[in-house]
């Protein structure tokens, strides 16, 4: 995560203090002063709390910083929000990027609640995707495993249907995982393509209720299956996800993007990191944005490691393989940029020959 800003060594000191409500007081230290105790680690200024006071010293522009903190931490807190360590991490995230937007704001955008769980972004990027979603008919949602790409657009799908914005939702997956081929799988075809499925299930069990899934599904209502089985239809007043899109080709991407119908949105989602697809097969969603570039209602989010909403290791893991990729791939240019600086064009012994002569 991106640390609070450092102050310039010459900066005059300063100091600040916050009156909390009592009301406040737990919500905002946590239990057992856990987001207090991330706080003081992250923020260069001096955390001190006395009573229902929070003192602040150091630099200005540190004490600053970690008054903008406890702003955004105590609206939360009066907004009826519980706050974690996590929730500390990510607002000095967001205030460290220098944005201008409100963490608060962020967080506390609701989509879904059900059995006093909400769903709600957690990281600007992921406000920014479900903006997105609100404000374009196709939507593209690329990054690392863990940033809730799929499960938001899910949470967005659900939403929609249950406003009447559209009438039903598709759920849809290629069948290609980790060098698996369906045929070699055991079972029946369902059996099959059950496992590929089962996180979209998994989801859905979060935003619905568990007993009105069978009948939604046997009504139609909500449809969850493989993308070979979109071929050929026009899909209407749906709301339809096709996540593991990098497992597409790009003739099954082109297949699957023009089954939008009439008062339809489609959102595609995946990691171009974890490309299942046979050697030498390139990945539909690698090569989508180059030709829908520039065509309108068209939108393309990107999320990364800080929009890891798992555990905090997770987004460590991500950055970690992201840079042995890269290495990975530098090693592999370089012995051809050597070879071709190497090989000596046909002229160059022509040249040399004439410089004996």
């Given at each position: 995560?991106?640390p609070a800003?450092?102050?310039?060594?010459?900066e005059?000191h300063?100091?600040?203090?916050i009156?909390?409500?009592?009301?406040?007081?737990?919500?905002?230290?946590g239990?057992?002063?856990?987001?207090l105790?991330?706080?003081?680690?992250?923020?260069?200024?001096?955390?001190?709390?006395?009573?229902?006071e929070?003192?602040?010293?150091?630099?200005?522009?540190?004490?600053?910083?970690?008054?903008?903190?406890?702003t955004?931490?105590?609206?939360?807190v009066?907004r009826g929000q519980?706050l974690?360590p996590d929730?500390?991490?990510?607002?000095i995230?967001?205030?460290s990027a220098?944005?201008?937007e409100?963490p608060a704001?962020?967080?506390?955008l609701?989509?879904l609640?059900?059995?006093?769980?909400?769903i709600?972004p957690?990281?600007l990027?992921q406000?920014?995707y479900?903006?997105?979603i609100?404000?374009n008919?196709?939507?593209?949602?690329?990054?690392?495993a863990g940033t809730g790409?799929?499960?938001?657009?899910?949470a967005?799908?659900?939403q929609?249907?249950?406003?009447?914005?559209?009438n039903?939702?598709i759920?849809t997956?290629?069948a290609?995982?980790?060098g698996?081929?369906?045929g070699?799988?055991?079972?029946?075809l369902?059996?099959?393509?059950?496992?590929?499925?089962r996180?979209?299930?998994?989801?859905?069990?979060?935003?619905?209720?568990?007993?009105?899934?069978?009948k939604?599904m046997?009504?139609?209502?909500?449809?969850v299956?493989?993308l070979?089985?979109?071929?050929?239809r026009t899909?209407?007043?749906?709301?339809?996800?096709?996540?593991?899109a990098?497992?597409?080709?790009?003739e099954?991407?082109?297949?699957?993007l023009?089954?939008l119908?009439?008062?339809?949105?489609i959102?595609?989602?995946?990691?171009?990191?974890?490309?299942?697809?046979p050697?030498g097969?390139?990945?539909?969603?690698?090569v989508?944005r180059?030709i829908l570039?520039?065509?309108n209602?068209?939108?393309?989010?990107?999320?990364n490691?800080h929009?890891?909403?798992r555990h905090?290791?997770?987004?460590d893991i991500?950055?970690?393989?992201?840079?042995w990729?890269?290495?990975?791939?530098a090693e592999?240019?370089?012995p051809?940029y050597?070879?071709?600086?190497?090989?000596?064009h046909?002229?160059?012994?022509q040249?040399?020959r004439?410089?004996r002569?």
């Open positions: 995560m991106s800003p450092q102050a310039d060594i010459d005059p300063a100091q600040s203090k009156a909390v409500p009592d009301s406040a007081v737990l919500g905002l230290l239990s057992s002063d856990e987001n105790r991330v706080a003081e680690q992250l923020l260069m200024a001096d955390v001190h709390v006395r009573g229902n929070l003192s602040l010293t150091g630099a200005a522009s540190d004490v600053a910083f970690a008054e903008r903190v406890f955004e931490l105590l609206t939360l009066n519980q974690g929730t500390v991490r990510r607002i995230t967001m205030l220098g944005t201008g409100s704001e962020v967080l506390s609701d989509i609640s059900r059995r006093g769980k909400t709600r957690k990281t990027n406000k920014r479900v903006d997105a609100d404000k008919t196709i939507i593209f949602g690329i990054g690392p790409k799929t499960y938001l657009a899910m967005k799908a659900v929609a249907l249950q406003a009447k914005q559209v039903r939702i759920l997956r290629p290609v995982e980790a698996e081929r369906l070699f799988l055991p079972g029946t369902n059996e099959k393509i059950d496992p590929y499925l996180p979209l299930y998994d989801a859905l069990h979060d935003m619905l209720d568990p007993e009105s899934i069978p939604l046997q009504a139609g209502t909500i449809e299956a493989p070979a089985y979109m071929r050929g899909l209407n007043d749906a709301f339809i996800i096709l996540d593991e990098q497992n597409t080709t790009p099954q991407m082109k297949m699957f023009t089954r119908g009439f008062g339809s949105k959102v595609v989602t995946g990691d171009i990191s974890q490309v299942d697809l050697n097969v390139r990945s539909g969603l690698r989508v180059d570039d520039g065509v209602d068209v939108h393309f989010a990107q999320l490691s929009d890891v909403v905090k290791l997770v987004g991500v950055d970690a393989y992201e840079r990729t890269e290495a990975e791939e592999q240019e370089a051809m050597q070879n071709r600086h190497s090989r000596r046909p002229m160059a012994d040249v040399n004439n410089r002569r």
